[in-house]
């Protein structure tokens, strides 16, 4: 019973910056993972990055490693993905995703998803 709601999607110029936030609502547990997941137009969908709730260990795919940071507010509840010198090929749907252990690049361990918010990068 875990919901998530993303938000912070729209267009930018290449070179510029964007933060997604994902809100989280429903049962948490510290054994939780959130992963940040993205598919492009004719791709298949991909692992950006991802963080283990309890110990905020973080996790990213090579090619936005640099550019992309995954964190985590508890306060708020809420899991974002600052990305800085984005790319043309950064654009995609990005989803957030949750599952309970560690966090995974396998879009098919995950169990909870948002509905993805549009990030274009234009050039």
């Known amino acids: 019973q875990v919901q998530l709601v993303e938000s912070g999607g729209g267009l930018v110029q290449a070179g510029g910056s964007l933060r997604l936030s994902c809100a989280v609502s429903?049962?948490?547990?510290?054994?939780?993972?959130i992963g940040w997941f993205r598919q492009a137009p004719g791709k298949e969908r991909e692992v950006a990055a991802g963080i283990d709730w309890s110990s905020s260990k973080t996790y990213y795919t090579d090619s936005v490693k640099g550019r992309f940071t995954i964190s985590r507010a508890y306060a708020k509840n809420a899991v974002y993905l600052q990305m800085n010198i984005l790319k043309s090929e950064d654009t995609a749907v990005y989803y957030c995703?949750?599952?309970?252990?560690?966090?995974?690049?396998?879009?098919?361990?995950?169990?909870?998803w948002g509905q993805g918010t549009q990030v274009t990068v234009s050039s």
């Open positions: 995703a949750a599952r309970v252990g560690t966090a995974s690049s396998s879009p098919s361990m995950y169990n909870y």
């Open positions: 429903g049962r948490t547990f510290s054994s939780n993972a």
